[in-house]
């Protein structure tokens, strides 16, 4: 799961004297007893992509559209450069929001379509122009000006919808879903396109998704949500890499989680005796928990080797099993072995090399599995 972003850019969330641009601040909001989105807050930060992952129900949308002024908190206010725009209307609102289905006009050109916002604002005509033919070349749609949204493609109007949703040049632009409708190798495509135009134009963007791939390829950072909650905000490699809950750790990516026993509790290591594994995690970082905690091993598959012989030595962090099942999708193999105690682990290796069948690992298999202290995470929750 690579993010796109440059390592280079700054990450002003990192520095205490940065303001933030979006100010969320204890918004709740209920319809009637149901609390859709629960004591939120949180920052974003000028020409940020942020993205809100979750799943269905969990309050990502209904947090967008209390940005957007569609929906009024029922407690909390929000803030944007600076200014209270918690009880301001959307149409007053420097922001614009880009919608699932696009929600291009049928009747109109994309010219027009692109224009329509702009012509509402009563600019002069050679304003309009100048900034439509603008929005049009930096999508790449300027030859298509004069088609219908009928004669285009699903990634062409989701260009259309994004040149539209930026040719007003709102200080935030909200997007809901944004890729849903595009095929898999579109998606991944366009989500390089909107990446560039983003860092082109400066503006800032928060993306609603339930697909953590792009989440994890579009974001500067990711606020994962869970009923109704922020449950962990943090860049992409920071969520993958140190989830902070058993729900993060499952939700982002594939995971093999062990329930087991805090044995030993050093500053710089802790092992964890496990049940589940028939063996004992030597994991190199510290964790806040008593002596004899019942804690959990987050282990993620392409941590783990894959071998026929036993590993040199003795100690932790190895276990042996069986080849149940293998998936061979060119890139990747992904195996299942089976413990002795029965647990079934996810193991994913790339495949490199170019190899006659009897080299590969096969079904029925004795293996032994193999990983770095550094590879497991321990959670508490």
């Known amino acids: 799961m690579a993010n796109a972003r440059q390592d280079h ?3 002003p969330w990192k520095d205490p004297g940065a303001t933030p641009y979006v100010r969320i601040d204890k918004v709740t909001k209920k319809f009637g007893d149901f609390v859709a989105v629960d004591d939120v807050t ?3 930060y000028r020409g940020e992509i942020f993205c809100l992952l979750g799943g269905s129900g969990c309050g990502k949308t209904t947090l967008l559209r209390m940005m ?15 200014v209270d725009i918690t009880a301001m209307p959307p149409y007053e609102r420097p922001v614009n929001m880009m919608f699932q289905s696009y929600a291009l006009f049928p009747h109109m050109t994309v010219q027009k379509n692109v224009a329509f916002g ?3 604002d009563k600019l002069p005509k050679s304003e309009i122009d100048a900034r439509v033919a603008e929005m049009l070349k930096l999508v790449r749609m300027e030859q298509f000006a004069s088609r219908a949204p009928h004669q285009l493609s699903g990634g062409q109007r989701q260009r259309v919808a994004l040149a539209r949703s930026l040719v007003k040049r709102p200080k935030l632009l909200l997007l809901d879903e944004p890729l849903a409708a595009l095929d898999k190798k579109l998606r991944e495509h366009t989500q390089f396109e909107l990446i560039n135009i983003q860092e082109t134009l400066g503006v800032t963007f928060v993306v609603v998704t339930h697909d953590q791939e792009e989440a994890m390829t579009l974001a500067s950072r990711i606020g994962v949500m ?16 140190y989830p902070g809950s058993r729900f993060v ?14 044995i030993e509790d050093e500053p710089y290591y802790v092992r964890v ?4 594994l028939g063996g004992v995690f030597h994991v190199s970082h510290g964790v806040s928990a008593a002596p004899n905690a019942t804690v959990w091993v987050a282990l993620r598959p392409e941590k783990i080797h894959i071998l026929r012989d036993r590993p040199d030595g003795e100690g932790d962090n190895r276990v042996a099993g069986v080849v149940t099942e293998i998936a061979y999708l060119g890139d990747q193999s992904i195996y299942f072995v089976r413990l002795a105690g029965g647990r079934l682990v996810r193991v994913t290796q790339p495949n490199i090399l170019r190899q006659s069948g009897g080299g ?13 202290s550094s590879s497991p995470v321990v959670v508490t929750q």
Not at 254 to 262: A, T, Y
């Open 68 to 82: 957007a002024g569609f929906e009024a908190p029922t407690a909390g206010s929000i803030s944007l450069d600076g």
């Open 9 to 11: 850019r700054s990450e």
């Open 42 to 44: 949180l920052n974003i």
């Open 118 to 120: 702009l012509h509402q």
């Open 360 to 372: 590969r690992i096969s079904w029925d298999e004795q293996v032994w599995l193999s990983w770095d």
């Open 249 to 262: 750790a499952d939700f982002i990516g594939s995971v093999n989680m062990f329930e087991g026993r805090l």
């Open 226 to 241: 869970n009923h109704s909650e922020i449950v962990q905000v943090g860049t992409p490699a920071d969520i993958y890499e």
């Open 273 to 276: 005796e496990s049940a589940d």
